[in-house]
């Protein structure tokens, strides 16, 4: 009912379009009466409860035609209402604990030990022995870097001797720039990152990528967690904005855009601003704030209006490209760029352009000042909202506006210049040629990179509570603020969002430090000491060392929001180096390891495991950023894509070995091998990935192109880099997939499998060639067989498992 309360006189007896709430003395002309007692179709009180008895009705009929009455205490009842208060752990500050005794001094390696080992010890449970050196620097190569570890780089530290040869690995991991590659893969499902816009249309985002590199390169400068918030918040609020805090914003970018025609824009406008708001609550907040979107939250103290008020932060941006250049693009675009405007230039005045397009846009505006006389250019209009084209640049009179404006106006007339309005002068005056002159033009001279960012709109909007979250329905004005269960921001005027953005990480706020240590903590263990990482509401789970939580939390604020100085402190601690083995001891009593009595051993994403398969096999193309590529797909996924208006074009060279980062992402249509491996559709935020065991699963590491060709890669590394014996090939062979030799029975089992092959290629020698087609004279059957062997490994549990 837009805010209404019936227990304030002034509330209830105000009027609307359909009467009074109530009539003193009048109860059926008192629109109260009519809402309870369903004489209005299709809106029935209270919405969604139990309807109201006849006896109940007949009361408040008396109540109202007795004069509607309010207790003495009606000034309270008008009064503000109180903030929401809650003792919900998650809410409460957070406060650095003591560390707890323990028992076994010895075990404790740094803080996180004390407070693991207190509680295993008031368990009466040990730990686990540590993990072998192998397997540790194994562990710590794919926990830093989400690749396995080089045979000489494993060698180099299991002969150091030092007493922090340990410690030097992990600081060599943290320096490498494949570390921001891992860790940023983690944000960018927080950040639901894509590279189309979903919906049916699934229109591709040339320039998404820019953002995610902006992702990659802050985690390897270990920019500061709280300024890493701030940029990607509200980056281009910031005094003297630089591009690249500009490009942080492309976090509100990844919103789904529904380009499809016909679509109600204010709608779709409404539905990016609710996105962007649960995105904000999800990443930085950690509580299902979405649920108040149509009714006060049912479990956690966020009201309807809390949320309206985050929502009111977000609703009056637009989006914005920008000029984003890498290093090196400046100068060369500079030099030519005179010379590439008079070539530009001269082709409109060949064509007319700047003529046809005053006219064009007199055209349109008319049309808007007298909507429904000139259907057409309605419809034109209409088009230009779908696809993104700002109408206020359209209104901006031309000697107002900047240059990116007017080149913007002129680019987009030139495209839309052969809508039904202006088809058939769109032939007339040759426009298709004109465009294909531009085109090759533009191949000629060197680009800059864009980027796609949001900024505020120039005038100042409202925001009203939606009623049940319909985009139509106003309820009461709302202002920007946060949620009043939560510590308040403090603002020298009106809040903006680098208020917000200062707030949620301010020291007030308890849980933004809390998520972030969790997520990371998530992603060495396999589990959260909060394990639903996702949601930190009433509804959530209760972490399992609430201590050692709020001992991190602060931790990291007071090291400066370093997330590598997180990683170091848990990754050096005992905590952390314990074996992943099974404790038959616990498999009844904590099946699910929440003492932390043993490491976790963790299928890797998709993206890691087919990055492993193609470091091991040697064909990584390790360059770090830039656009998207394209692998093969299978021909049917495919076909889909290129229903969507964007053929698959198959990535040229190299870049089909980059890592899975890279691959783009559709959200109609994800690559399969990904979505198998559960890879998020980036429709929402993800702090916590399924982790499925499938037989499709074996199917695909068995049978994708992109393992086959590892495997014979891989094969072909072990015949060039090894002595030519069966041993020395399938030591070296383990060490590369899983950081140690094989036992005795592996190395009898795998013998007796590479013999039968050898045999079975003997017999065919076609197949033989065709799956090594390199082999030397005379050993085909033999090195088709390191093939097969291959194949084995890369499929094996063990590979696709951090240990």
Partial sequence: MGGLRLDRRDDAMKGGKSGAVIILGNSAGSRLIKLVSGQIEGLRMPLGGTPLSDQEIGVLKAWIDQGA????????????????????????????????????????????????????ESENVKPSPPADKAMLARRLSLDITGLPIEPE??????????????????????ESPHYGEKWGRCWLDLARYADSDGYGADKFRNDAWRYRDWVINAFNRDMPFDQFTIDQVAGDL?????????????????SLTDHEAGVDVAQTLYEQTVDRTNAFGAVWLGVTVECARCHNHKFDP?????????????????DVDIDAPLPG???????????YLKKKEDLYTQYKVRELQAEWEKNLLDAVKVPGTHADWDFVWTQLSVVDVDHEVIKTPVNQRTERQRDFMTDTFIRFYNFDATKQLYETNHFKELSEKLQQLNTQYPPLTQAMTIEDRSEDRKTNVRIRGDYKAFGDEVWAATPAFLPPMHSDGKPTRLDLARWVVSPQNPLTARMMVNRVWQELFGRGIVETSENFGTQGSRPSHPELLDWLAVNFRDNGWSVKQLIRTIVTSQTYRQSSLPRPDLEDRDPNNTLIARQGRIRLPGELIRDSALE???????????????????????????????PWKESPGKELYRRGLYIQLRRAVPYPFLLTFDAPTAATSCSRRARSNTPLQALNLLNDPVFLEAAVALANRLL????????????????LCFARNPTAAEMAILKQYFDRRVALFQQQPAAAASLFPTAAEGQSAQDAAWVGVSRLLLNSDEFVTRE
């Fill in 69 to 120: 009455v309010w207790p003495k205490t009606e000034a309270a009842a008008n009064a503000p209402a109180e903030k929401a208060k809650s003792s919900h752990w998650a809410f409460e500050p957070v406060v650095k604990p003591a560390l707890p005794p323990v028992r076994n001094v010895s075990w404790v390696r740094n803080e996180i030990d004390s407070f693991v080992l207190a509680k295993l």
């Fill in 153 to 174: 780089d494993l060698q180099a530290f299991l002969s150091d001797g030092r007493f922090d040869a340990y410690d030097r690995l992990v600081d060599r991991l943290l």
């Fill in 238 to 254: 910031l005094p003297n904005a630089t591009a690249d805090d500009r490009v942080a914003t492309g976090f509100h970018r990844n």
């Fill in 302 to 318: 966020i009201t309807q209006k809390d949320y309206y008020g985050l929502f009111a932060f977000f609703e009056h941006v637009r």
């Fill in 329 to 339: 693009e400046m100068g060369p675009y500079l030099r030519t760029r005179r010379e």
């Fill in 616 to 646: 091991v096999s040697g064909l990584l193309d390790p360059e770090i950023g830039g656009p998207t590529i394209r692998p093969p797909l299978p021909s049917g996924v495919a076909d889909q894509v290129a229903a969507q208006g964007d």
């Fill in 720 to 735: 060039g880099q090894t002595a030519p014996n069966f041993e020395d090939r399938l030591n070296y062979a383990y060490r």
